[in-house]
């Protein structure tokens, strides 16, 4: 069975970092694209980075562009999040996602496998 598992969370002031990893195993890691996503409270959840299989593509969303970096370790099955320049309007659950894909997607819809999600709350 695949799972994906996140960690690394917390409690930051504005202007901190954080760094969120997420742990794959039951599927083949390195054949995935990989994205991670966020959903505050009472919004919808949206993409923040994507990553493709072989790290040779990456994507991000415009309100983290030079701010956050993804990465992937294929040896280690593990996708990170670097975030930067944390502010209040970045706190939400962040979830990881995978699937097989040639592009990057950047809609949820087109993930098949997700983790439970790891919180994110910047103070201000």
């Known amino acids: 069975q695949e799972y994906l598992v996140e960690s690394g969370g917390g409690l930051v002031q504005a202007g901190g970092s954080l760094r969120l990893s997420c742990a794959a195993s039951?599927?083949?890691?390195?054949?995935?694209?990989m994205g991670w996503f966020r959903q505050a409270p009472g919004k919808e959840r949206e993409f923040v980075a994507g990553?493709?299989?072989?790290?040779?593509?990456?994507l991000y969303a415009d309100s983290v562009k030079g701010r956050f970096a993804i990465t992937r370790d294929n040896a280690k099955d593990t996708v990170y999040l670097q975030l930067g320049g944390l502010k209040p309007e970045d706190t939400a659950v962040y979830s990881c996602?995978?699937?097989?894909?040639?592009?990057?997607?950047?809609?949820?819809?087109?993930?098949?496998?997700w983790g439970q999600g790891t919180q994110v709350t910047v103070s201000s």
């Open positions: 996602a995978a699937d097989r894909k040639e592009q990057v997607p950047t809609k949820a819809i087109d993930y098949r496998y």
């Open positions: 039951g599927l083949t890691f390195r054949m995935y694209t």
């Open positions: 990553i493709s299989w072989s790290g040779g593509t990456t």
